[in-house]
């Protein structure tokens, strides 16, 4: 089985997971997705919540084809109760080329399991959607969960 880490990071948590999860699989690359829009900054928090809040598309870029993989784990952070345009655009460019698609959301306070529900019953074609919640200290759990699924 070969595993595909694709990943948007604005702050660096989610890379850093993905970096960390990498480590755990076999067979696995990774790769980052770039939005196009600039949301660095102070500026750019409410900026990200307000792109994402009106669910715009975006346009990004990345280097990895999914149908190459098995399994891709889409790692991205919660942006105002949702994923990131990223995130989101990412599934809809490559969504026919995903065999199975599991996705992990990163956040700091938001409630792990409705987060987790609302991402599963959006992409009904996911295999599996989870939520690390830094207020939860949830990470050890969902790690290990994902390596039992996709690790060696
Ligand atoms: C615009 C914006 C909206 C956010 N909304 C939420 C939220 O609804 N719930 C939450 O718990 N965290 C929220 N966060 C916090 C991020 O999800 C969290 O810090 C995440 O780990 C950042 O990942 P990154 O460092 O990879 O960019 C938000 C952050 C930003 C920038």
């Known amino acids: 089985m070969t595993n595909l880490i694709t990943y948007y990071s604005r702050t660096g ?25 600039n949301y660095s900054g ?40 949702g994923m990131t345009p990223a995130a989101r655009q990412y599934i809809k460019e490559e969504m026919k080329g995903l065999k199975n698609l599991y996705i992990l959301s990163v956040c700091m306070g938001s409630n792990s399991k409705k987060i987790a529900d609302t ?5 009904k074609f996911t295999k599996k959607a989870w939520c690390i919640t830094g207020l939860e200290k949830n990470k050890e759990q ?3 969960e994902i390596t039992k699924l996709l690790g060696k």
């Open 13 to 37: 948590t989610c890379k850093k997971l993905s970096e960390e999860i990498s480590l755990l699989l076999s067979n696995c690359n990774t790769d980052e997705i770039f939005d196009d829009k």
């Open 42 to 81: 102070l500026l750019g928090w409410p900026k990200a919540g307000f792109s994402e809040l009106s669910k715009k598309e975006t346009v990004i870029s990345y280097k990895k084809n999914a149908s190459s993989y098995d399994n891709i784990l889409l790692i991205t952070p919660v942006w105002a109760g």
């Open 119 to 123: 991402v599963a019953n959006k992409y």
């Open 142 to 144: 969902i790690m290990d």
